[in-house]
Every structure is written in structure tokens, then in C-alpha cells.
């Protein structure tokens, strides 16, 4: 199944003329949407099916609620340093990664983005990062226990 990358409130209408989105394609569908949604309920209705949400704006609200009602979504990615509108702590409980760019200006911020976070979910980079600090915490309990009350 192909990965699905969302832009979202790209009003300008410029994301998918700024890069060079073709690599992209044989791995992935990416959708351009320029109006941010009227409801929240319009945007779990055009986002439920999306694996990655790259937010250009804040004019889209990704409140816990939203975050929430998106089954498939596994990363975000937001232009700028920070986004208002986000609600980090429930992409945090969801385990859904967020990153996002900072910087002087690139024409290709959000293109270099999508690649590495398509990267980053085809090689389950999270998942195999947690996997690690687990066996981390897993054999650090093993060795102290192996250890406790002995000279």
C-alpha cells in the first residue's frame, strides 16, 4: 500500500511548484489542500486515510481531538519552529513523530522533510528507536538484578 502525504493550508498554492516532488512519487501520493478545513470534522473526513501531515500554516487546527480521530497518521512535519495550533502532547501519547524546520529560507524545506520522514516511516526508524531503549531497559534491569546483594 502506498504511503498518503497530506500538505495542508498551502493557500498560496505554491508547495507543489517550490520542489521537486517526483521522487516521491513511485513511494508515495502526495495531496496539496489550500483551504484549510471549515470543521473538524471535514478534516478527519479528507485526512482519515494520510499517513504524514506536513502543515505549512497554522490555519489548520491539530487539536488532541483531530490527532486523535486520524487512524493511520505516524508523522507531522510543520514548517517553522513551532505551530500554535498543534497539540504535542496528544501526538506524544499517539506516538506519532513530529518534526520541523528552522532556519533561513529553502525552497525545498518541505520536500527534504516529506523524504525524510517517508525515510524514516518505510525503515521504522521510531519503532526500531524504541526497541532499542526497551532492550536498554531490559538488560539494565537484567544486569542490576544479577547483581544486587552480591560483593
Known amino acids: 500500500m ?10 498560496q498554492g505554491v508547495a507543489s511548484s517550490s520542489a521537486n516532488w517526483s521522487p516521491l512519487h513511485s513511494i508515495a501520493e502526495v495531496v496539496f489542500f489550500d483551504q484549510a478545513f471549515r470543521a473538524e470534522t ?50 506524544t501519547e499517539k506516538g506519532i513523530v513530529v ?12 520536500a527534504k522533510l516529506a523524504l525524510g520522514l517517508l525515510l524514516s516511516a518505510a525503515r521504522s526508524i521510531p519503532a526500531a528507536a524504541a526497541g532499542i531503549f526497551i532492550r536498554c531497559l531490559y538488560l539494565f534491569a537484567v544486569l542490576e538484578h544479577e547483581h544486587t546483594g552480591k560483593r
Do not use: Q, Y
Not at 518534526?99 to 518541505?110: I, L, Y
Open 42 to 91: 471535514d478534516a478527519v473526513a479528507a485526512l482519515a486515510d494520510f499517513d504524514l501531515l506536513l502543515s505549512m500554516r497554522e490555519r489548520t487546527v491539530l487539536s488532541g481531538s483531530l490527532i486523535s480521530a486520524l487512524p493511520k497518521l505516524r508523522m507531522l512535519g510543520i514548517t517553522g519552529s513551532s505551530n500554535a495550533s498543534l497539540d504535542l502532547a496528544a501526538c
Open 99 to 110: 518534526s520541523n524546520t528552522v532556519g533561513g529560507d529553502s525552497e525545498s524545506a518541505t
Open 2 to 11: 502506498m504511503t498518503k502525504i497530506a500538505v495542508l493550508d498551502d493557500w
